[in-house]
């Protein structure tokens, strides 16, 4: 059973920076695009970034510069995280993790009905 639980949300300033992790178990699909969502009150689930096995990376274009997406490897389990700098009052959402096990899910743009595992999202609030 694939599982993601996402940790290092926070409330922090404008200009502040966090580190988001998301740890994967279960997953056992040799290619695989991982990515991170948001999703504001009222407003529809954005990608923001997904990297693929290949270790190619996808930016929403409101993050690029800001954001870097990487993935750790440890036996049995996958840690995906999210770097964030510069922090907007803009970014505050939910932030959640997702999975698939199709390489082009990674495809610009990210679109969420691509995604077929999801993590229950960590919260990240940005004062000004």
């Known amino acids: 059973q694939v599982q993601l639980v996402e940790s290092g949300g926070g409330s922090v300033q404008a200009g502040g920076s966090l580190r988001l992790s998301c740890e994967v178990s279960?997953?056992?699909?040799?290619?695989?695009?991982m990515g991170w969502f948001r999703q504001a009150p009222g407003k529809e689930r954005e990608g923001v970034a997904a990297?693929?096995?290949?270790?190619?990376?996808?930016?929403a274009d409101s993050v690029k510069g800001r954001f870097t997406i990487s993935i750790s490897k440890d036996n049995a389990k996958n840690t995906l995280n999210l770097q964030v700098h510069s922090l907007k009052p803009e970014d505050t959402a939910m932030y959640y993790c997702?999975?698939?096990?199709?390489?082009?899910?990674?495809?610009?743009?990210?679109?969420?009905?691509?995604?077929?595992?999801w993590g229950q999202g960590t919260q990240v609030t940005v004062s000004s």
């Open positions: 990297i693929n096995s290949d270790g190619s990376t996808t930016y």
């Open positions: 997702a999975a698939d096990h199709l390489g082009g899910s990674c495809l610009s743009p990210l679109n969420f009905y691509d995604f077929g595992y």
């Open positions: 279960g997953y056992t699909y040799s290619s695989y695009c």
